[in-house]
């Protein structure tokens, strides 16, 4: 996997949310998907799997979660 793209993103996922969210829900969710991109790069489908839909749970139509949990289904 390219370490470039995947890091873009990430920042581009970060700075889409971070605009939408109320500050508890933001906190949230960037905890949730720090926690689902680690899980990704490491390979622990199952962790990743739960930590994004936490994220989708405060933010239900976030297209980078949605394509991350469609890519390790």
Not at 48 to 59: F, G, H, K, Q, S
Request: proline share 1%.
């Amino acid at each position: 996997m390219n370490v470039h793209f995947t890091e873009s993103l990430f920042f581009q996922c970060i700075s889409f949310t971070s605009y939408i969210l109320r500050s508890d829900a933001k906190e949230r969710f960037t905890t949730n998907w720090l926690v689902a991109f680690d899980m990704y790069v490491i390979g622990n489908w199952d962790a990743c799997r739960t930590a994004i839909e936490l994220c989708l749970n405060d933010y239900k139509n976030d297209g980078p979660c949605q394509t991350m949990l469609r890519t390790i289904q």
